[in-house]
């Protein structure tokens, strides 16, 4: 069974730094890319930041709105990928999932809830 369990968001002001962190299990993990999405208050979900497989070099892209910002990264031997998020604005405010396609078949964890505010 997949299973995905994001964990490290928060409170934090404009400007600060968090890293998320999403535990994976059910499948190959080093197989498979992983993204994160997220979704504001009464938004739909937006796609974030993904990085392929074997996360080397030019294994990651991201939406405009966090480019040099954000930085996505994962380490195969914990099934673990992260999202270090820096330079925070209220406009990053959003519950932030992890997601994978396996086998042609979409799963998200839980979320964590990313509050940027004063």
């Known amino acids: 069974e997949v299973q995905l369990v994001e964990s490290g968001g928060g409170l934090v002001q404009p400007g600060g730094s968090l890293r998320l962190s999403c535990a994976a299990s059910?499948?190959?993990?080093?197989?498979?890319?992983m993204s994160w999405v997220r979704q504001a208050p009464g938004k739909g979900l937006e796609w974030v930041s993904a990085i392929n497989a074997g996360g080397g070099s030019g294994s990651t892209s991201y939406v405009d709105s966090v480019k040099g910002r954000f930085t996505i990264s994962r380490d195969n031997a914990k099934n673990t990928v992260y999202l270090q998020m820096n330079s925070l604005k209220p406009e990053d405010t959003a519950v932030y999932y992890c997601?994978?396609?396996?086998?042609?078949?979409?799963?998200w964890g839980q979320g964590t809830q990313v509050t940027v505010s004063s």
């Open positions: 059910g499948f190959t993990f080093s197989s498979y890319a």
């Open positions: 997601h994978v396609n396996y086998r042609t078949m979409d799963y």
